[in-house]
T-cell receptor, first 114, second 118 residues
Framework: DVKVTQSSRYLVKRTGEKVFLECVQDMDHENMFWYRQDPGLGLRLIYFSYDVKMKEKGDIPEGYSVSREKKERFSLILESASTNQTSMYLC?????????????FGDGTRLSIL | AQKVTQAQTEISVVEKEDVTLDCVYETRDTTYYLFWYKQPPSGELVFLIRRNSFDEQNEISGRYSWNFQKSTSSFNFTITASQVVDSAVYFCALSVWGPKTSGSRLTFGEGTQLTVNP
């Protein structure tokens, strides 16, 4: 079974802090994704990566950056956290772009910015 | 641009009732996939099904069935004889074929909260 692991289930940080959310997958998937989930808005794509050191903006990249130095790890960075970034963050990975393989999700990180 | 609409925000049923979750999508692409995911209270999204745009055959898996109709751009999900364990948020999603840099990104609907009461 594919395993996508997010480093924290719950995280509380303060406004202005630099926040790192880590995600690791163990199935050698090419693609990795970061979403945020908010009530009534579904899941919105922040950034994704289709290869090591490659990244593409999603629908709501403002205020975020990402890093993918190794194939299995994809980090989401909040450069200067703000209260409107309080949300559930979900990481996902998928095998193959051309065949539109299903994405597999981690358990999510519920981030609160005070 | 792609769009997925799940008009039902919340549905509440009694155990053993059948329930249908609606999903309507918009895309100009001719090659695409549709997905359903389940998100139980634990938070992890669980993949349920993937259908491609060239296969309109309905699918049944146990108590779950899916009705894909290109004519109405719909991909509805029916749970037969619902159980309390079916209580979750269900998401419909769309992905279009594209170059590697498109990353097989998903466009999600807003989700439908299904509550099955004993």
């Amino acid at each position: 079974d594919v395993k996508v692991t997010q480093s924290s289930r719950y995280l509380v940080k303060r406004t202005g802090e630099k926040v790192f959310l880590e995600c690791v997958q163990d199935m050698d998937h090419e693609n990795m994704f970061w979403y945020r989930q908010d009530p009534g808005l579904g899941l919105r794509l922040i950034y994704f990566s289709y290869d090591v050191k490659m990244k593409e903006k999603g629908d709501i990249p403002e205020g975020y950056s990402v890093s993918r130095e190794k194939k299995e790890r994809f980090s989401l960075i909040l450069e200067s956290a703000s209260t409107n970034q309080t949300s559930m963050y979900l990481c996902a990975s998928s095998k193959d772009t051309l065949r539109l393989s299903p994405q597999h999700f981690g358990d999510g990180t519920r981030l609160s910015i005070l | 641009a792609q769009k997925v609409t799940q008009a039902q925000t919340e549905i509440s049923v009694v155990e053993k009732e059948d329930v249908t979750l609606d999903c309507v999508y918009e895309t100009r692409d001719t090659t695409y996939y549709l997905f359903w995911y389940k998100q139980p209270p634990s938070g992890e999204l669980v993949f349920l099904i993937r259908r491609n745009s060239f296969d309109e055959q309905n699918e049944i898996s146990g108590r779950y069935s899916w009705n894909f109709q290109k004519s109405t751009s719909s991909f509805n999900f029916t749970i037969t004889a619902s159980q309390v364990v079916d209580s979750a948020v269900y998401f419909c999603a769309l992905s279009v074929w594209g170059p590697k840099t498109s990353g097989s990104r998903l466009t999600f609907g807003e989700g439908t909260q299904l509550t099955v009461n004993p």
